[in-house]
């Protein structure tokens, strides 16, 4: 009885995850094996979760996405992690380095630095960001939401969108590398 249980959980688990990408499967061994990367390094996620990686960051054909960023002002990302509610429900202007993008439609990314992450959702999903986004340098324009709302996707099957403590629903983003 217990793994018939066992079995409909591990169903149902997998069937909630709209965004999985697969991958190819290796082995118990293969995966010992493997070296680890340093501390720090971005790793693809399961869950369809691309992160970034410093060989696999290719060129944008669109680099300017949602409404021109107008505020003039970088707040820095270290300045919104360390007081998220001195910033809740102001706009914003900041960046950092895409550290994971939704690989189903592009509808929310995470940037981040060494003081932390932001989850980036797009307003009223009116813009998606490229799936290959991750590893790119990008400025965000949008309002800091006073706590994170749970997944950016409208049905909740994006998949495996870490919880960060920062919030930003954006209305424009442009990458600058």
């Known amino acids: 009885m217990r793994a018939v249980l ?24 293969a995966t010992a094996e493997a070296p680890s990367p340093p501390p720090g390094a971005p790793m693809r996620a399961g869950g369809g979760v691309k992160q970034a990686t410093a060989a696999g960051v290719q060129p944008l054909e669109k680099t300017k996405f949602g409404q021109p960023i107008t505020e003039s002002s970088t707040v820095p990302l270290p300045s919104i992690v360390k007081d998220p509610s001195g910033f809740s429900n102001k706009t914003v202007r900041t960046e950092g380095l895409v550290s994971a993008v939704c690989q189903s439609m592009g509808c929310w990314m995470q940037i981040a630095d060494t003081s932390g992450k932001a989850h980036i959702k797009m307003a009223g ?53």
Do not use: M, W
């Open 6 to 29: 066992f079995s409909v959980f591990v169903l149902s688990a997998l069937s909630a995850v709209g965004c999985y990408s697969a991958e190819p499967q290796r082995s118990a061994q």
């Open 125 to 177: 999903h009116s813009f998606f960001v490229p799936k290959t986004a991750s590893g790119h340098r990008a400025v965000v324009q949008g309002k800091v939401l006073a706590a994170p709302s749970g997944p950016a996707c409208q049905n909740d099957s994006c998949g495996n969108q870490e919880v960060t403590q920062i919030e930003i629903e954006a209305t424009g983003i442009e990458f600058v590398d």
